[in-house]
Each structure stands twice: as C-alpha cells, then as structure tokens.
C-alpha cells in the first residue's frame, strides 16, 4: 500500500465495508484511503491483513504524507466579538481530516486555546472556534453545521463538537 492518506468517513461504514479506522467522534470513523486510477479506495481490514505493517504504522505514515500536500491549503481566521473562529480550505478532498496534522493542532490551539468547539459536517467543510465563544454564536454555528450536513454529499455530522487528544471527542452539550 502506497500514497496512502488519512480519511474521515461515516462511522456506519467501519462495519458496512470492513473498512479499518478509529473512532473520532461519536459516527464518525477515521481510517486510510489509497489514491487509486483518479480517485480513491478506504482501506479494509483485508487490506491490512496484506500489509507487512500495522495501523498505527500507516496511520503515521498517511498523516505525514498529508503533510506534504500544501498546494491550495489555507487556513484562515476570523476574530467576530467575542471569539476566535478558524477554517481550513483546500483544493482537494482533505480539508476537515487536516486538522489531525501536527502544525494544524498547534496553530488551531494557539489561537483558540487547548479546549475549542468544531464542526465537520462533511469532509471538504471544518470550521473551528473557542469554547469561550458567545452562545449566540455557538448556536449560528450549529445551526450552519446541520444544515451543512444535509446537504452535502460527503455528510460526517451534523453536531458541534468538543475537541480532545484522546478520542472519541465528545458532542458539545450548551450549557443550561
């Protein structure tokens, strides 16, 4: 397996395809694709079971290959009252899973501190802000989220939800 990358896929899917992953939020997965003939291919615990390596090894290794692919990638941030509100753009098909990338975490936490909220209501769309946020807009956001997913065609979830270093991250619950 080669030019593999880091993917987040619907967690119904891990058992649907036998697709390897780990779980990141509550339904959503995440696991490794493969470029193959202009697209790509989740990786399968088959797959795996071929493979001379383990997960985390390949993990590892997608992420830094991940890394590479800066062509087209911004990160962008706004500062509306009250918050800090961040986002990732790209021109491939790898925005949301970015935010796993080590430089990512590290400019995400140093602007909107170590506990921030987030949305990924599908894989091209991430919008991130910190949890000391006015209500108002944790609810816009939310709002955005749900309505992102529905209509989107590579849907993740439709919650805000609460970042962690230790998976899963939780679902925002409003204070209340």
Not at 1 to 19: A, T, V
Not at 84 to 103: G, K, Y
Request: net charge negative; aromatic share 12%.
């Amino acid at each position: 397996m080669e030019n593999l990358l880091p993917q987040f896929y619907p967690g119904s899917w891990k058992e649907e395809f036998d697709l390897v992953g780990l779980d990141f939020s509550p339904g959503v997965c995440v696991g490794l694709i493969e470029r193959v003939d202009g697209g790509y291919s989740f990786v399968t615990k088959d797959d795996l079971a071929r493979s001379e390596k383990g997960f985390d090894e390949l993990f590892s290794a997608a992420l830094s290959h991940l890394s590479t692919l800066t062509e087209g990638v911004e990160i962008h941030l706004a500062k509306p009252a009250g918050a800090t509100v961040a986002w990732i753009t790209s021109e491939d098909n790898f925005a949301a899973v970015r935010m796993l990338l080590p430089q990512v975490k590290s400019k995400l936490k140093s602007e909107l501190g170590e506990d921030f909220l987030f949305s990924i209501p599908s894989r091209d769309l991430c919008l991130f802000w910190n949890s000391g946020a006015p209500a108002e807009l944790t609810q816009k956001h939310a709002q955005e989220a749900s309505e992102d997913f529905e209509a989107e065609e590579y849907n993740l979830t439709p919650h805000v939800l609460v970042y962690s270093e230790k998976w899963p991250c939780a679902i925002y619950e409003a204070a209340g």
